[in-house]
């Protein structure tokens, strides 16, 4: 696949924030002076091949949802001229935990349909869910600092001259990312460091105090940027001394009247200061939660649009999440641009914002990567795809993922790129370098050979004779293999059947599509998991005398709830062609549907609708997967 690269700003900050080596401790904090970022810096973003998946509205405004890491919509913005205004972005915080989410099988529409004919309630307490790993949150604070230094200069590279950032974090990694955001916008570009103060979390804590609060991070890219003053409402109303500008001084004074007495002024509102009380988002909360795991609120977001743009410009979050930015930037009559690497992220924001009315393209880096659901899950699942492999613990884990045993050539460790870093996906000079210099070396004498995969090379030739080259302090031998040919057939289609026919309405004919039955492996693998897992948990606690109760999953003959959401494309029959959604149901986890972005109270009847014939049906099932039958 070729590659290009764009280059970040020329003008880039030099070590200012670097921590030095403290003869007492020892301790270092390396994110500059690590050769692979430094040689990344200096050779530019990588950029692959961008294609669109899908247009929602004439999309006018040009909004944008990637389907893709930071970095690489970074390269993407900036090849195409793109400068936005506003940058918003809730990174994972480095806290060592795994996210996962509640997948909801569906009610049968069949059984719903025999319960409505009966006119009988349906108890809730039917609804079964299992959990799906979305991603960990598990980095070393060195790995993570210099992730995080290359994304920052990658965002400020495609930043207008006036533009803001805010940077989301908490207590874990926060203060670190400071230094490097001093050294990448100046510490003379510092604004703010917010606290969000979400009062309404649950707290455990009995050896500490509650950990109730995030900081976000506000620096300007110059020291002319857009800021204005938001104000929220006082429970009532008070009286205080009127301020106003003075230009001489430039500060902020006591108005005064023409006998030079203060000013007082009556007022319901006042000026939001750096500490904001605003609750966080809660399952039972009506409105907003999207069973999303680091959702967070409207109204935090509302404040930080309005604050630092203005009608019409741009509002970027590379790490969207469940879209919150881009919705908020839609309801403000902004433009937005919303990237993320998790197939989540990018369905869940995609349905809030057609919900919402936006108009935006859906658009996918290809890096030559087909992953599995996103890139944590496609790690995870490569130790199986990799016919041998086998964990080592006797091996280096920042370089070996396991190793293959050879009837002759012995344990052969096996090196992977970290399909959660861009940066990692395109083996060059600096990283075989690292691997010579660094993990052979440490490796047993018995080791004669190491596979090391690869999903990009810049030069295959250039590489294999740096590798002689270099490769002189061992005789182990390393042998260079594509990933991608491992990965190609990691998404599976899962299958279905329907009847596509014509009705009739009380004004018009229209296209019916009734599904009758959807069977997807991964789904049944995963409910057969969940069914084992309890059935054995039940088991012991009932051989160990406790109480115990557990009731299984059970998936119809038809499969129908499994599926999550459907749409039919009435304009192009071609298969890989970009989606045009036509119309398009949501399933809702409680079994009644979501119309065309609307909600209504409607249980699903098994069909979708449409004025024109549909050409093909994309289905999304309740894990994520989405697949395109020709109609």
């Given at each position: ?6 280059p970040y700003d020329?003008?880039t900050?030099e ?7 403290f003869?007492r401790?020892?301790?270092m904090l390396?994110?500059?002076d690590?050769d692979?970022v430094?040689s990344r ?6 950029i692959?091949e ?8 004439n ?8 389907h893709?890491?930071?970095l690489?919509?970074c390269a993407y913005?900036?090849?195409k ?10 990174p994972?915080f480095a806290?060592g935990?795994d996210?996962a989410k ?8 069949l059984?719903?349909k025999a319960?409505n004919?009966a006119?009988?309630?349906l ?10 790993k979305?991603y960990?949150?598990i980095?070393?604070k060195?790995?993570?600092l210099?992730?995080?230094y290359?994304n920052?200069m ?5 930043m207008?001259d006036?533009?803001?950032?805010y940077v989301h974090?908490?207590y874990?990694i926060g203060h670190y990312?400071?230094i ?9 570009n510092?604004?703010?460091e ?5 009062y309404?979390?649950?707290q455990g804590?009995?050896n500490r105090f509650a ?5 976000i991070y ?5 020291d002319?940027?857009f800021?204005k003053q938001i104000k929220?409402k ?22 005064k ?5 203060v000013i007082y002024i009556e007022?319901?509102?006042?000026t ?6 605003l ?7 009506k ?6 795991s680091t959702?967070?609120p ?5 404040r ?6 203005n009608e019409g410009?741009?509002?970027a979050d ?6 919150v ?7 403000l009559?902004r433009?937005?641009?919303?990237g993320d690497?998790n197939?989540?992220?990018i369905?869940?924001?995609r349905?809030r914002l057609?919900?919402a ?7 996918r ?9 996103n890139p944590?899950q496609t790690m995870d699942k ?6 041998g492999l086998n964990t ?5 884990k920042?370089?070996?993922?396991g190793s293959?045993h050879?009837s002759?050539?012995g344990?052969?460790?096996v ?7 861009s940066s990692?996906?395109v083996?060059?000079?600096t ?6 210099r660094?993990a052979?070396?440490d ?15 810049e ?7 740096f590798i002689h080259?270099e490769?002189t302090q061992?005789d ?11 990965l190609?057939?990691?998404?599976m289609?899962d299958?279905?059947?329907w009847?596509?026919s ?10 019916q599509?009734?599904?009758l039955?959807y069977h997807s492996d991964y789904v049944?693998?995963?409910v ?5 897992k309890?059935e054995?948990q039940?088991n012991k ?8 109760s557990?009731?299984?999953i059970?998936?119809?003959d038809?499969g129908?709830e499994?599926i999550e ?9 071609q298969?890989d062609a970009?989606?045009?959604s036509?119309a398009e149901?949501k399933?809702?986890?409680t079994?009644?549907v979501t119309?065309?972005g609307?909600?209504?109270r ?5 069909t979708i609708t449409?004025d024109?014939k549909?050409?093909?049906l994309?289905v999304?099932?309740?894990c994520?997967d989405e697949?395109?039958?020709i109609?």
């Open positions: 696949m070729a590659i290009i690269y764009i020329p003008d900050l070590g200012q924030a670097r921590l030095g080596c003869a401790t020892k301790r390396y994110y500059k690590n692979k430094i810096i200096e050779r530019g973003m990588p692959y961008v294609a669109e998946s899908e247009t929602v509205g999309n006018a405004e040009g909004n944008i949802v990637m893709g890491e930071c690489s919509t913005l900036k090849d001229g793109i400068e936005v205004d506003l940058v918003y972005i809730d994972p806290s935990a996210y509640k997948i909801h099988v569906r009610r049968n529409p059984v719903q319960i004919d006119e009988q309630q108890d809730n307490s039917d609804m079964m869910a299992f959990e799906e979305m960990g949150d980095w070393d060195e790995r993570y210099n992730w995080m290359e920052l990658a965002i400020k590279a495609v207008s006036t533009a803001s950032i974090l908490d874990h990312v400071k490097l955001m001093d050294e990448i916008f100046g510490e003379e510092f604004r703010n917010i606290i969000w103060h979400y309404n979390k649950m804590n009995v950990s109730n609060h995030d900081s506000f620096y300007s890219k110059s002319v940027f800021y929220e006082r429970e009532e109303t008070v009286k205080q001394i009127k301020r106003i500008w003075d230009k001489e001084t430039q500060k902020l004074v006591n108005a009247d023409d006998n030079g007495k007022t319901d509102e006042k939001i200061d750096d500490v904001w009380r609750s966080m988002l809660q399952p039972a909360d409105e907003e939660p999207l069973d999303y959702q967070k409207e109204a935090l977001l509302e930080i649009i309005k604050a630092s743009s410009m741009v509002v590379f790490f969207g999440g469940s879209g930015a881009a919705a908020v930037a839609h309801k009559g433009k937005f641009v919303h690497a197939i989540n992220s369905q869940t924001a349905d057609v919900g009315g936006a108009e935006f393209t859906m658009m880096v290809r890096d030559g990567v087909r992953l599995f659901r944590v490569l130790a199986s795809l990799i016919t080592d613990t006797s091996l280096d920042r370089f070996w993922a293959i050879d002759q050539k344990q052969m460790p090196y992977l790129p970290n399909l959660l870093d990692s996906r083996m060059d000079k990283e075989l370098n690292h691997i010579i660094e052979l070396p490796l047993s004498n018995e080791v004669k050979q190491v596979i090391v995969y690869y999903i990009d090379v030069d295959m030739e250039a590489l294999r004779q080259d490769n061992t182990i031998e390393i042998e260079l293999r594509d990933l991608k040919q491992v190609d057939d990691v998404v289609e299958e279905a059947t009847t596509l014509q009705v009739q309405t009380e004004l018009f004919a229209k296209w599509l009734k599904m039955t049944l693998k995963k057969l998991e969940f069914n084992l309890g054995q039940h606690k009932k051989a160990d005398g406790k109480k115990s557990f009731k299984r059970e998936i119809s038809e129908l499994c959401w459907l749409s039919v494309d009435c304009t192009n029959a298969k970009p989606w045009h036509d149901v399933i809702e986890k079994g009644t119309l065309n609307t909600k209504t409607q249980p699903w009847d098994c449409s024109a549909p050409l093909r994309k999304r099932n309740i994520g697949t395109v039958y109609l």
